[in-house]
């Protein structure tokens, strides 16, 4: 499994935004800048977000966009599966495809199985608030 530019800037943007929740929206430009990625390609991100719910878009001269929920309320699995569909390490444990006929007799599935299970169990109990903070500790006294 490899996360793709799509999924990396995804949490990154997801992340600017916590980063930076004053509720006032913030322009696509602005999150750019900070973190030196074609606004073009955020735009398309954040039309897949927005679609989602995950962020809401606010129309005119002072718009921008907005989380929908509190950083608590994000996991980076969530963020990831949105952006990166399946993060399943092999086709045949992907629930989309429906699995593999050999499956019954492949014994290294129970490998990909694991490998599966460590990383979700990893990216379910990350939330962005969590980012958030680990962000804040690794600058020292950083404030918004």
């Known amino acids: 499994m490899r996360i793709s530019t799509k999924g990396r800037y995804a949490l990154r943007l997801m992340l ?16 750019a800048a ?10 398309q991100i954040i039309s897949v977000l927005n679609k989602a719910g995950y962020v809401r878009s606010v129309r005119g001269p002072q718009g921008g966009y907005l989380l929908t929920r509190p950083a608590e309320e994000y996991t980076v699995g969530m963020i990831l599966r949105l952006t990166e569909g399946s993060l399943a390490p092999v086709e045949c444990l992907d629930e989309e495809t429906g699995g593999c006929e050999k499956s019954a007799d492949c014994v290294t599935l129970l490998v990909y199985e694991k490998m599966n299970k460590a990383v ?25």
Do not use: M
């Not at 600017?16 to 999150?31: C, F, G, S, V």
């Open 16 to 31: 600017d935004l916590a980063l930076h929740n004053t509720q006032t929206p913030i322009r696509i430009k602005e999150i």
């Open 34 to 43: 900070r973190q030196e990625i074609s606004d073009k390609y955020l735009e």
């Open 120 to 144: 979700n169990d990893v990216i379910d109990n990350i939330t962005l608030a969590d980012l958030v903070d680990w962000t804040l500790q690794s600058a020292g006294d950083y404030s918004i």
